[in-house]
Each structure stands twice: as C-alpha cells, then as structure tokens.
C-alpha cells in the first residue's frame, strides 16, 4: 500500500456549502428582481402605478418590496431544496 492508498482510505467529512450557497444565489435573485423591476416601472406607466404602495416614495416602495419578498422566498426554497 502506498501513500495514495491511505490518502483515499481516510474519511474526509463533506463540507456543508449547500446553506451558503443557498443564500449567496437568491441575494443574487433579489438583486435582479429589484433591476427589473425599477426598470419595468421606468418603461411603463401601468406597471409604475401598480407598484406605488406609499405614496410619498412612490413606486420604490413596490420595487423593493417584492424584491425583498423574492429573496427571502428563492432563499427558504433554496434553502430548504437540500434537504
């Protein structure tokens, strides 16, 4: 026996990177969603109306709420896809 022979004998435990790399892609997913979106709500004067959810900051406020929503969704779904 040589020494690549113990080198693959020995266990080597995995390294768990499914959680981080759970959260790093779904940042990723937020972060497109809130391009596309203030980008939509520049284009269109319809999309811009449905996204106003306070008035005083306008559609930013719908922007980002459902690119937060998203996030944390992609995230639990990612997240819990592993399992």
Same mark, same amino acid.
Do not use: Q
């Given at each position: 026996?040589? !020494? %690549? @022979? @113990? =080198?693959?004998?020995?266990?080597?435990? /995995? $390294?768990?990177?499914?959680?981080?790399? #759970?959260?790093? %892609?779904?940042?990723? =997913?937020?972060?497109?969603? !809130?391009? +596309?979106?203030?980008? #939509? /709500?520049?284009?269109?004067?319809? &999309?811009?109306?449905?996204? !106003?959810?306070?008035?005083?900051?306008?559609? %930013?406020?719908?922007?980002?709420? +459902?690119? &937060? !929503?998203? *996030? $944390?969704?992609? *995230?639990? =779904? +990612? #997240? $819990?896809?592993? $399992?």
């Amino acid at each position: 026996m040589g !020494i %690549l @022979d @113990d =080198i693959h004998a020995a266990e080597v435990p /995995a $390294l768990p990177n499914g959680p981080g790399a #759970a959260a790093i %892609l779904s940042a990723g =997913i937020g972060c497109f969603a !809130i391009g +596309l979106f203030g980008f #939509a /709500a520049d284009k269109s004067a319809v &999309i811009k109306s449905h996204f !106003i959810l306070y008035k005083p900051t306008g559609p %930013l406020s719908g922007e980002t709420a +459902l690119a &937060i !929503i998203l *996030w $944390l969704v992609s *995230w639990a =779904i +990612l #997240a $819990l896809g592993r $399992l």
